[in-house]
């Protein structure tokens, strides 16, 4: 005997649904984190970006004194201290700064720079200079510049150079 075919639907489990709903989450989870870690690397290259802007700025303030022999006058004694304008405690407050850039920068306090006179008066120049000890003495001085807009979220950079200057004996 044959039994007859019966046109009534199945009932459904809902197995379908409860696994596409757990391949959402995942892509809904894998989603969030890989959106979170491209955050986390575009934060790493601000603050990096905004590190090397301040060497920068603050290495080319030093270099700016150091190429002006009127940055590195040879007056005074030994923690003779000559800054940019608007830094207190200084003998003089009047580097000469030609860079445009750089004076701007100054005028809106967010670089400054100290040359200070280091060791004694006068001392014979170092042999590694190769000039002659009779007609020359020497003169040195440390430079310290700061670039400063951490208010601003931009970093903090610190540079300090050293200088000898050769003074012709009278």
Do not use: W
């Not at 892509?27 to 934060?43: E, Q, V, W």
């Not at 030093?62 to 940019?84: E, M, N, R, Y």
């Not at 200079?129 to 003169?139: L, M, P, W, Y």
Request: net charge negative; proline share 5%; hydrophobic share 40%.
């Amino acid at each position: 005997m044959i039994k007859p075919i019966k046109n009534r639907p199945h009932e459904q489990q809902g197995a379908i649904l409860i696994v596409a709903l757990m391949f959402l989450i995942a892509i809904t989870l894998y989603t969030l984190s890989s959106m979170r870690s491209s955050n986390i690397g575009l934060f790493l290259a601000q603050n990096e970006e905004s590190r090397v802007a301040a060497e920068q700025a603050a290495q080319a303030l030093a270099d700016s004194i150091v190429a002006s022999p009127a940055s590195t006058p040879v007056v005074g004694q030994s923690g003779f201290l000559a800054c940019t304008a608007g830094i207190s405690g200084c003998n003089r407050n009047d580097l000469p700064i030609t860079n445009a850039v750089l004076a701007s920068e100054i005028a809106a306090n967010h670089l400054y720079a100290q040359v200070e006179r280091t060791g004694a008066e006068f001392s014979p120049p170092p042999r590694a200079v190769e000039t002659s000890i009779d007609k020359f003495t020497s003169a040195s001085f440390r430079v310290t510049t700061t670039y400063d807009r951490m208010g601003e979220g931009l970093g903090r950079e610190q540079v300090t150079e050293g200088v000898l200057v050769l003074v012709p004996k009278q």
